[in-house]
């Protein structure tokens, strides 16, 4: 503290004295002792002896007003008292700790526990249906569903051909800041300092829009719903349609424009409306089928996987500005099949009766607890969407930064991805329903997504992260097949649409809390900094694997309500 009295006192007798100092008199109060920039040349007269005084004076005042201003958050940390340092450890270490860490996996682990225990011991209820262990034809799956496929193809095609350039055209926007207005090209310059720095800001934006996007669907979701419950689903696919073609145009115009990305940020919250929940209730509509349902959903995905390849080979070869482009027109197309060509799934006498209670989210979050197995089911979908976006999040994260991917290295390993999803979505599901069953391909498909999970963070090279998504990437989607087709003939059929909302509403909160998770041990642990333990990585990749476990839990207990050999199927609608 002496040093800073006597750099202050010989800043105030200094002949150089600049007004940038008269700031750190301001600092130190309004008072009198730290006089004005007019009472040095008072100083400067005095004689000798009393300007040896006037200095001790200052210095004593100078580390007066520094004394009082210092706290204990400014000392040294071997300086500070024993509570400060508790206090500062808890805000770094033990908040991001309990609420990253162990408030998800208590959480998980209490819900499984309580929805395991819930109706244990009442008897649920069959309901018999002519060859519901059969799937039925492929040409009858085809004509019931086809207009809907199409369309759904169509989206995800011109999705994947522009999804990866939107990332980098954010990359290319940051980094061009961090490079002094410089433009730079991350899909080739990856590696640099500015493109790096990027990604921190681009997975920052990424979080945003995961808060941002259970908020959206908690409103619009529910409302879709009991809309599409009331009046069809043409209005609700229509209206879907519509929310993303403006907000695709809005990427499309950035890019050709050289507009703001924080225009494309803005409009893009638009189109987070949930487009899922409507389309699903109309494929259920038109199949009524469990088997036929979970084939369908199946099919569907392996063709839009196909089509997701074709994309993303078609995006890699064209520039960003093409790619963002023929994303818009895509959208385009889709909306005028909506219009004039997707025929009704929802007769009239099927309708329900319209009330403003029911665009309320409440009610449509009622319906996920109107049965044990659509209760079980639903715990599952929660457990594995914030386990799937948080990894996957910080997964690219992981890539563009430890493994330094470039554009075209990300639209392969999406690819393989793609590729893997295909495979099993359309020939692993039917050659796994006759012999492991529903819950089995449950089973299976959370234990090669742990798998998964530990293979890629222990990747050191761009071709294993490639062969795992490979073989693994795929065998996680097919749970997915299994909940939309079990749960969707589960519930009930009045309220599909707004039970589709519900659980997409709930699987998108959850989703949009896991990259935040994640993100927080990702960055507390740093496991790839330079010289960084390889416990950091193990523990990271434990925190991952261990949501594994409740999900699993849930699986093995639907086998009271899924079919067994020749039993019927258990609704659990009386339990």
Wanted: glycine share 8%; hydrophobic share 50%; aromatic share 10%.
């Amino acid at each position: 503290m002496a040093r800073l009295g006597l750099f202050g006192a010989v800043l105030l007798v200094s002949p150089t004295l600049s007004s940038g100092f008269y700031g750190i008199g301001d600092v130190a109060s309004n008072s009198s002792t730290c006089s004005p920039l007019d009472s040095i040349a008072d100083v400067a007269g005095f004689a000798e002896a009393s300007f040896e005084e006037a200095i001790q004076v200052k210095l004593l005042q100078v580390s007066t007003e520094l004394g009082r201003k210092s706290g204990a958050g400014q000392l040294p940390a071997g300086r500070q008292s024993l509570a400060a340092r508790i206090v500062e450890q808890a805000q770094r270490k033990f908040l991001p700790v309990t609420t990253s860490i162990l408030l998800p996996h208590g959480l998980a682990f209490v819900m499984a526990a309580l929805l395991i225990k819930r109706h244990r011991n009442r008897k649920a209820d069959y309901f018999p249906e002519t060859s519901e262990d059969r799937p039925r034809s492929l040409s009858y799956i085809a004509s019931r569903v086809g207009h809907m496929w199409i369309i759904h193809a169509l989206s995800v095609f011109v999705f994947a051909v522009s999804a990866p350039s939107a990332d980098y055209m954010y990359l290319n926007s940051f980094a061009k800041h961090y490079a002094d207005g410089k433009p730079t090209d991350c899909s080739t310059e990856m590696d640099t300092t500015p493109c790096s720095r990027a990604v921190v800001d681009v997975t920052q934006i990424q979080v945003i829009r995961g808060f941002a996007l259970p908020v959206i669907q908690f409103f619009a979701g529910p409302a879709l719903g009991a809309i599409s419950d009331a009046f069809g689903r043409r209005p609700g696919v229509i209206a879907i349609r519509i929310a993303l073609m403006i907000s695709t145009g809005a990427g499309a115009a950035v890019a050709c424009f050289d507009l703001s990305v924080w225009f494309d940020f803005w409009v893009g919250f638009l189109g987070m409306i949930p487009f899922m929940p409507v389309p699903l209730a109309w494929y259920i509509d038109r199949l009524d089928h469990t088997p036929s349902i979970v084939i369908a959903t199946a099919l569907v995905e392996s063709t839009c996987t196909l089509a997701s390849i074709l994309g993303s080979l078609l995006g890699g070869f064209i520039s960003l500005k093409s790619a963002m482009l023929i994303g818009f027109l895509g959208k385009v197309v889709c909306l005028f099949l909506a219009i004039f060509w997707l025929p009704e799934s929802l007769p009239e006498e099927k309708r329900i009766r319209f009330t403003w209670s029911s665009l309320a989210p409440t009610a449509a979050l009622r319906v996920l607890f109107q049965s044990p197995l659509v209760e079980k089911l639903a715990g599952i979908a929660l457990i594995d969407s914030f386990h799937y976006s948080g990894f996957y999040a910080m997964a690219n994260r992981f890539f563009q930064q430890h493994l330094a991917l470039n554009r075209q290295q990300a639209y392969l390993q999406t690819m393989m991805v793609l590729f893997s999803d295909m495979v099993w979505l359309s020939a692993g599901v039917s050659a796994l329903w006759p012999i492991l069953g529903q819950v089995g391909i449950l089973v299976a498909s959370t234990l090669a997504t742990a798998l998964s999970d530990v293979l890629l963070m222990l990747a050191k090279k761009p071709w294993q992260v490639n062969l795992n998504s490979l073989v693994l990437g795929g065998l996680g989607n097919m749970n997915s097949c299994v909940i939309a087709g079990v749960a969707g003939r589960a519930a009930s059929q009045e309220k599909q649409a707004m039970f589709q909302s519900a659980l997409n509403l709930a699987i998108q909160v959850s989703s949009a809390l896991g990259p935040a998770a994640f993100m927080t041990v990702y960055q507390l642990l740093d496991p790839t900094a330079p010289g960084a333990p390889a416990w950091r990585m193990t523990v990271y990749i434990l925190y991952g694997v261990m949501f594994a476990v409740p999900s699993l839990m849930l699986s093995f207990a639907l086998r009271r309500f899924l079919p067994q050999g020749d039993k019927d199927y258990d609704s659990g609608f009386s339990s």
